[in-house]
């Protein structure tokens, strides 16, 4: 299958600063981009979904401007997480898409954030 | 109610049994259908996509969508102490949305 990778899979930040993740399509063109966000024993649950070049679409009761996504090319998304909390705290993970995939969509390894 | 249902589990068994993973759904749009395994802090591995009814079978993972009653299962047979990890759900009603989740089965195979 198709590679995502995600980058770092592991951060420790201060509350109060910001934290950006990264995620790459490595072998195909990604035009759709999802960030999930995964609490503990809990299922994947969809923040926002963004597509190359244009402005993602957050879900309900998501900040936009807490959590900063781009989708500047085709192959690359971040997720910044502003002004971070504790209970930011979670597993954030992204998907990717690609035109030629059909709707199966492949996802990074995960960043495991910690806020403290 | 949620969209889509799923027993968390855990759910225990032994080294070469026959494993029987469900999720019920409640929006009949959905069409698109998929099983996702989890390791540990890792991101979700694709293991069988489905679409509209009926069953697909790869090596020792059978899938199987039944849209009258809003009920899809995963089979795997012959199972090894490997497979141990969460299994979740995944359906969407049209190719280019995000996906749906259940909340996960763990899922212990014992040596």
């Known amino acids: 299958g198709a590679v995502v990778s995600q980058h770092p899979s592991r951060v420790i930040c201060k509350s109060g600063t910001s934290v950006k993740i990264e995620c790459r399509s490595l072998?195909?063109?990604?035009?759709?981009m999802f960030w999930y966000r995964q609490f503990p024993k809990q299922s994947l649950m969809l923040m926002a979904t963004s597509n190359e070049g244009s402005k993602a679409t957050y879900e309900q009761g998501v900040e936009k401007d807490k959590f900063l996504i781009n989708h500047a090319s085709l192959t690359l998304s971040t997720l910044t997480v502003t002004s971070a909390h504790p209970e930011d705290s979670s597993f954030y993970i992204c998907s990717a898409r690609g035109q030629k995939l059909n709707t199966e969509a492949f996802f990074g390894q995960g960043t495991r954030l910690t806020v403290v | 109610q949620k969209e889509v249902e799923q027993d968390p589990g855990p759910l225990s068994v032994p080294e070469g049994a026959i494993v029987s993973l469900n999720c019920t759904y409640s929006?009949?749009?959905?069409?698109?259908f998929m099983w996702y395994r989890q390791y540990s802090r890792k991101g979700p591995e694709l293991l069988m996509y489905?679409?509209?009814?009926g069953n697909k079978e790869d090596g020792r993972f059978t899938a199987q969508v039944d849209k009258s009653s809003k009920y899809i299962s995963l089979f795997i047979r012959d199972s090894q102490p490997s497979d141990s990890a969460t299994y979740l759900c995944a359906m969407s009603a049209n190719s280019g949305y995000a996906l749906n989740f259940g909340k996960g089965t763990s899922l212990l195979v014992t040596p």
């Open positions: 072998d195909f063109q990604a035009t759709t």
């Open positions: 489905t679409y509209s009814s």
């Open positions: 929006n009949s749009a959905f069409q698109y």
